[in-house]
């Protein structure tokens, strides 16, 4: 089960062959709504995939038990013992005033990256 309902349109990510750097190797990991597009010193592949399936599967499990999370349009209370990634998604969406999911895509490139340095 993925975050939203399939999206039939056409998503063609052009802009990625924007930049072009002799030093840096590019790749891309992609695991149902979620592609990242990598550009590193040396392949991190298979470390990105193994952190971008930790953080769906956990945002999966969160909303399994809280479904509210992934359907809400507005701000949502942090509850006792939430993950760090549900926590700052609650977080950034109270700043905005929109449901948690608007800032999706941002907190899994912002705990991914992380995780890779």
């Excluded at 056409?10 to 695991?31: H, P």
């Excluded at 942090?78 to 905005?96: F, W």
Aim: a positive charge; proline letters at 4%; aromatic letters at 10%.
């Amino acid at each position: 089960m993925g975050f939203l309902p399939k999206y039939q349109g056409i998503n063609m990510r052009f802009y990625r062959n924007w930049c072009k750097d002799k030093d840096l190797i590019s790749f891309n990991v992609t695991v149902k709504e979620s592609d990242l597009y990598i550009r590193a010193e040396k392949n991190l592949e298979k470390e990105t995939l193994e952190l971008l399936l930790r953080y769906r599967s956990i945002l999966e499990e969160y909303i399994k038990q809280n479904p509210a999370f992934r359907d809400s349009l507005e701000p949502l209370s942090v509850g006792r013992h939430v993950p760090l990634i549900v926590k700052e998604m609650i977080e950034a969406s109270r700043k905005t005033g929109v449901g948690p999911m608007a800032s999706v895509a941002g907190a899994i490139a912002e705990f991914v990256g992380k995780g890779l340095l």
